[in-house]
């Protein structure tokens, strides 16, 4: 019932996550009633979004420079790093303000099931950079779950034999829940509270 290129913008809004049908239209309609810059500049900070942003040389965390700025942060605590899933996770820490150490995007978990293994994820370049950077601990904050569980034993067991505790971020945070929608407070009791990784 839309006019095509209406449609296009709504049918382009349904893509993004938690967006349906009624948000959508709205959304476009909104789009419509931009003036001719407004809609330059909205349309233009997408491409530059795509085009601007990559890893992080160092932990991955997205970034619009060759390193983020955390990681050019040098009066950060060195020897500690938290490790994540994914850059959403390494902004949620941030927006909290508490963490003052670095961080490792490890891109995804282990998961035998999707054909998932320790190579596919940047475990390497953990165990690389804990040897680098004389780290004393890595705390994991990932999500509960079989694919985490798996991954955090893996983590466990490459770095006990260098002298380093490994924690996981503590109660507070529910089996299975995405990372995303965990708030400020409960993921920074969850960070306070961390207990230490055990392999039996």
Sequence with gaps: MY???LND???????????????????AFAIFEFDEEETKEFSSSILLLKEKLKPCKTCSTLTDEETCYVCQ????DANVLVVVE???SVFLFEKI?????YYHVLGGLISPLDDIGPEDIRIAQLLERVKENNIKEVILAIKSGIEADTTSLYIKRILEKNDIVVSRIASGIP???DMDYVDALTLDSALRNRKEVLTN
Aim: charged share 35%; proline share 5%; no cysteine.
């Design 9 to 27: 913008v709504i049918e382009s809004f349904k893509k993004l996550p938690g967006i349906g049908e009624r948000t959508a239209e709205r959304l």
């Design 86 to 88: 994914d850059s959403k």
């Design 175 to 177: 089996v299975g829940a």
């Design 97 to 101: 303000g508490n963490f003052k150490g």
């Design 73 to 76: 942060d040098k009066t950060r």
């Design 3 to 5: 006019p095509t290129s």
